[in-house]
């Protein structure tokens, strides 16, 4: 095996270490009665993976609703905007969870596990338990 391929190969391991090291559970992530004093009856301002950090166009407005409903708009819509489907949300075993039928089927957004962490002040953050999706940044909206 050339020199090459053995940094390519420890490069990719590494990466795949990485991957997996983000996709594991805080000792200060929130318990399933915190997420859902957080988040039940409110309206989330989500910002997916890969958006640009600061334009509001790839926010994503959901109302989390306090009957387990979740209203999901698509990104850039605004919070006054119609349900683009109504899904369903619970939490599981410390997690986050949520079940689409169509947003997102292409991504895999549509279903979702993750861990819940605040980040800083009204900062948060989901982290997809299967280390897929990465980290989706939210606040509570106003």
Not at 4 to 28: D, N, V, Y
Not at 47 to 58: E, H, I, K
Request: net charge positive; aromatic share 8%.
């Amino acid at each position: 095996m050339s020199l090459r391929t053995c940094a390519h190969c420890f490069a990719h391991a590494l990466c795949l270490i990485s991957l997996a090291a983000t996709a594991q559970p805080l000792a200060t992530d929130l318990r399933d009665q915190e997420i859902r004093d957080l988040i039940a009856g409110k309206r989330l301002e989500l910002r997916f993976a890969g958006a640009p950090p600061t334009s509001p166009n790839f926010l994503s407005h959901w109302n989390f609703r306090a009957d387990g409903s979740l209203c999901a708009r698509l990104i850039g819509s605004g919070p006054q905007t119609g349900c683009a489907e109504v899904g369903r949300w619970r939490t599981q075993s410390n997690t986050l969870c949520w079940q689409l039928t169509t947003i997102g089927t292409t991504t895999g957004i549509n279903a979702s596990c993750g861990w819940v962490r605040k980040v800083s002040g009204e900062a948060y953050e989901i982290v997809d338990v299967s280390g897929k999706l990465g980290s989706t940044a939210f606040s509570i909206g106003k």
